[in-house]
């Protein structure tokens, strides 16, 4: 019954080789987040989407991108990776409890590699 | 703006042991906390999560955390910490009109047997 599910768990990519990772949530909730999380620190958050509406944090870089297609579905996609953009991707989500008691789920990440 | 400190980036303390993970946090109105724990190579699993009412919050693996406004603090206690508690936790606060959470760099917890 896992909830926040994200495909790979481990990719490895090359230097520039384009590569995406996948998210898919069974709760429903509006809220998709993409974070970065490099070894032994606190998630950075990269975008988040509100249904539809994209939200991108002033540091991302440009190599970033996000879809959301559909409500269950979000990906993140890395233009040209660099060695820099090793690290755990996290994805979680949040629903609209009401009174703004929304928590944050997270899926169980995935571990980008660029060789 | 909010922000979340965990003065501690590591903690050692022997199977057995009690436990008290600090978190302090600045905003000025009443935060929503949250306290998460992350085994190495997963994702962030939620502990517990404070809103309002009972200052003393129950959250799973036996854990709970306290409130405490005057010292805007929301310090994760444990009473007998296990093998399988060795994790990495992470404060969170969020204010009541976001959705987004500002994180604190976390604190690593490590157990001898």
């Known amino acids: 019954d896992a909830m926040v599910i994200q495909n790979p768990r481990y990719q490895v990519t090359q230097f520039g080789k384009p590569v995406t990772l996948s998210c898919s949530q069974t709760l429903n909730h509006n809220v998709m987040y993409w974070y970065q999380q490099k070894s032994s620190q606190a998630p950075k958050l990269l975008f988040h989407?509100?249904?539809?509406?994209?939200?991108n944090e002033a540091d991302t870089p440009d190599n970033f991108q996000s879809r959301r297609p559909n409500t269950s579905f979000c990906f993140l996609d890395i233009r040209s990776p660099g060695l820099g953009d090793a690290a755990m991707y996290l994805c979680a989500t949040s629903g609209l409890a009401g009174g703004g008691q929304e928590t944050q789920y997270f899926g169980p990440g995935t571990r980008l590699l660029v060789l | 703006a909010q922000s979340v400190t965990q003065p501690d980036i590591h903690i050692t303390v022997s199977e057995g042991a009690s436990l008290e993970l600090r978190c302090n946090y600045s905003y000025g109105a009443t935060p929503y906390l949250f306290w998460y724990v992350q085994s190495p190579g997963q994702g962030l699993q939620l502990l517990l999560k404070y809103f309002s009412g009972d200052t003393l919050v129950q959250g799973i693996k036996g854990f709970e955390a306290e409130f405490k406004r005057s010292q805007s603090s929301f310090n994760l206690r444990k009473p007998s910490v296990h093998w399988s508690d060795a994790a990495e936790y992470f404060c969170?606060?969020?204010?009541?009109?976001?959705?987004?959470?500002?994180f604190g760099r976390g604190t690593s917890l490590i157990v001898h047997p």
């Open positions: 989407y509100y249904d539809k509406d994209f939200n």
């Open positions: 969170a606060v969020r204010s009541g009109g976001s959705y987004i959470p500002t």
